[in-house]
């Protein structure tokens, strides 16, 4: 009389039990909490070069000016100024504010003391040749 192979019961259970590791282990991994962006120290300073860059390499229009363009002369930042500003708040996410220092006047809004604060200064070319010394600083409220 011919025995039952019993093998292919035992390879079914390996892969019954790998199945479930597999899938425990992907439940852990997704639905561990991450942790909040503002337990990243260095984060206001990356968000500030990519902010910088953006406004320095984009290409300029009326309703999006560029940096270079808004800061060539103090008439140009009058002009620019707000869609500037308006262009910078899209960028940033909730609970970040930002605040310009130029030559030709400041925007945004200044922070509070006792806020963490991330200030980058950086130099733009006016329309004149000059160099402009000015600095824009990231807060969270």
């Given at each position: 009389m011919a025995r039952p192979h019993d093998d292919g019961a035992v390879h079914m259970l390996e892969?019954?039990?790998?199945?479930?590791?597999?899938?425990?282990?992907?439940?852990?991994?997704?639905?561990?909490?991450?942790?909040?962006?503002?337990?990243?120290?260095?984060?206001?300073?990356?968000?500030?070069?990519?902010?910088?860059?953006?406004?320095?390499?984009?290409?300029?229009s009326l309703e999006h000016p560029g940096l270079g363009f808004a800061l060539s002369s103090p008439g140009q930042w009058h002009d620019s100024s707000g869609a500037l500003g308006a262009d910078i708040g899209h960028m940033l996410p909730g609970g970040v504010y930002y605040y310009f220092e130029t030559p030709y006047g400041g925007l945004g809004q200044k922070p509070a003391d006792g806020m963490e604060v991330f200030s980058?200064?950086?130099?733009?070319?006016?329309?004149?040749?000059?160099?402009?010394?000015?600095?824009m600083v990231l807060w969270r409220a």
């Open positions: 892969a019954i039990m790998a199945s479930v590791l597999v899938v425990a282990a992907l439940v852990y991994v997704n639905t561990s909490a991450s942790l909040p962006e503002h337990d990243h120290p260095d984060d206001l300073k990356v968000l500030s070069a990519d902010v910088l860059n953006v406004l320095q390499y984009r290409a300029n980058r200064p950086f130099v733009a070319c006016g329309g004149d040749g000059k160099m402009l010394d000015c600095r």
